[in-house]
């Protein structure tokens, strides 16, 4: 088989060599069963089952929401002599019954359908009535009810399984993390599936996240040190961080321009080519930039606020170095961080279980930022690419973190949320931790508490650093009102029970980490 397909492969698509892992995919494929692709945009899905549907015998069945994208594929597969046709509600009667008469006469090699065309009675009798080589469910995590591009219509498909047992079916998608790939397997009814994920990694990219410090003046110094002339994204959360952090770079002499969704259409696109065409300019952006923009030499991507989980953070920085050339995918994070993304969450108004995934990737995310092993082993196996060594190309590989026992401290952190009635904030926390006496403290009562200053032996830096970890890991909880108050959690339990032993990452008091080593 594999002869045969390489000899496709280069007569009909014109190459020379498969992507890995087209060539098991394929084979699997034209074998007859089941498979399930994740490959990132670009990735080089569709010749998964193009080139099977070259191989099998009768028509492939290409099942795809998106029109524009059917229709771009059709005409480059003609372009290619491939015979193919699609079925979609852009066209007319005559057109229709043409295709449906080749389909018949056994003309075709590929169709491409719509969803809820396929789903049609007759469609699915006409179907029937045809040899079907295979079907392809493309954007397959369509089929999951808690992403973000759920379509009814694709749960409907599981009925393909039962009226069509002896076609394999091929479902692909560029995201899906590891249990959105479970729930495509369970409603597409995919028998015996295996799953290939493939080519997420980005190696010329270098991940770094480190504490948040001062964050402006953080990104300046990485700025001047390391990107002095270069283009590259800087992401905020509010339109106001960005025309704030964009004006105050200007300042400092640096070619920044804002682009959020409150600028008008006409400025947004004046910015945006000037940063296309323009040398060294770099956008300040909320997430409301970059979907679509191809440029190849951003050099770096710089998140000033944590994104809310790590499909979110691989898609922004995977904006960075697209040409191969080294790239920054640089961060700074902070316990203000955690508590707003937690606040946000917890008083939203979405539904329990929307809310429960969204919490999953928040945690997610935390920690990947907490992680105190390779930052990419992280990153890949979220989407269920496990195979990798340390990368040597991030913060943690290259600057090993100390770890600490920080079951004492936590311990006593913990006490004093505890003690002073879990209705205060870090920093009043904190004040209690060491002894302060502050308005609030002698107002409250709380220097005559038993977790009066029983945290002298850290500063409050470190006991801040305590406290981030704690929440990013699920030991304190935020209230979604007001002004993050912390609350104990379950998880507790165990820890305060002397357990559980906790090591902490220890944060480097001086922010700025030496890169020296490693960049060749
Ligand atoms: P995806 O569907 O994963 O986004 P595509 O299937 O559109 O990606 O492929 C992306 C690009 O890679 C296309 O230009 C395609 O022609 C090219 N490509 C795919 N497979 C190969 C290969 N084996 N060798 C060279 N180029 C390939
Ligand atoms: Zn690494």
Redesign the pocket.
């Known amino acids: 088989m594999t002869d045969k397909a390489l000899h496709v ?1 280069k007569e009909v ?1 014109g ?5 890995p892992p ?1 060539d098991a995919v394929i084979k699997r494929v034209v074998a007859g069963d089941d498979v399930l692709v994740i ?9 998964c089952y193009q080139l099977p549907a070259l191989l099998r015998q009768g028509t492939a069945v290409v099942i795809s929401p998106l029109i524009a994208l059917m229709e771009d594929q059709v005409a480059a597969l003609r372009q290619l002599g491939v015979r193919v046709a699609c079925l979609n509600s852009s066209l007319d009667y005559v057109s229709q019954q043409d295709v449906e008469m080749s389909l018949r006469q056994r003309q075709l090699d590929l169709l491409y359908i719509a969803p809820e065309r396929l789903l049609q009675p007759r469609t699915l009798s006409l179907l029937e009535s045809c040899d079907i080589a295979l079907f392809a469910i493309d954007e397959a995590h369509c089929v999951s009810q808690w992403g973000h591009d759920f379509r009814p219509e694709y749960l409907q498909l599981a009925a393909l399984g039962e009226r069509f047992p002896s076609v394999p079916k091929i479902a ?1 998608t ?1 995201t899906a993390d590891k249990r959105t790939q479970e729930e495509i397997v369970e409603r597409l009814h995919l028998h015996n599936a295996s799953t290939f994920v493939q080519g997420f990694d980005r190696p010329n990219i270098r991940y770094r996240i480190a504490q948040k410090n001062r964050a402006r003046e953080q990104l300046l110094r990485f700025l001047k040190s390391e990107h002095p002339n270069d283009a590259g994204i800087v992401y905020c959360l509010s339109r106001k961080r960005v025309e704030e952090t964009a004006a105050w770079l200007n300042e400092r002499g640096f070619a920044a321009l804002p682009y959020h969704a409150g600028l008008s259409a006409d400025l947004r696109a004046h910015h945006q080519q000037r940063f296309l065409n323009e040398e060294g300019v770099i956008m300040v952006a909320t997430i409301a930039f970059g979907m679509g923009i191809d440029k190849p030499n951003v050099r770096f991507v710089a998140h000033l606020d944590l994104p809310r989980s790590i499909e979110a953070y691989y898609q922004e920085t995977g904006r960075a170095g697209r040409d191969g050339q080294p790239a920054d995918a640089w961060m700074v994070y902070g316990l203000q961080d955690v508590i707003f993304l937690r606040q946000m969450l917890e008083s939203s108004t979405a539904e329990e279980g929307r809310k429960q995934v969204e919490r999953q990737k928040l945690e997610a995310m935390l920690g990947l930022c907490e992680i105190t092993s390779c930052r990419r082993q992280v990153l890949l196996s979220y989407f269920g690419d496990e195979e990798h060594e340390p990368c040597g190309n991030c913060d943690t590989c290259l600057e090993p973190v100390p770890e600490w026992d920080g079951t004492e401290a936590a311990r006593k952190a913990l006490s004093a949320v505890f003690r002073t009635g879990q209705r205060f904030g870090v920093n009043h926390v904190v004040d209690v931790l060491l002894g302060n006496t502050t308005d609030k403290v002698k107002a409250e009562g709380h220097d005559r508490q038993s977790t009066w200053g029983i945290g002298k032996e850290l500063g409050r830096n470190a006991w801040r650093s305590v406290f981030r970890q704690l929440v990013a890991r699920g030991y304190l909880g935020v209230d979604g009102e007001g002004f993050g108050v912390l609350h104990l959690t379950e998880r507790c339990r165990a820890l305060l029970r002397g357990e559980e032993v906790l090591h902490l990452r220890e944060d480097k008091r001086e922010t700025e980490q030496s890169f020296s080593k490693g960049r060749s």
């Not at 190459?15 to 992507?19: A, G, K, M, N, V």
């Not at 490959?39 to 899905?45: A, E």
Request: hydrophobic share 35%.
């Open positions: 492969l698509f190459y020379d060599q498969f992507r087209q490959m990132p945009t670009g990735g080089g899905k569709s010749l692909l560029a």
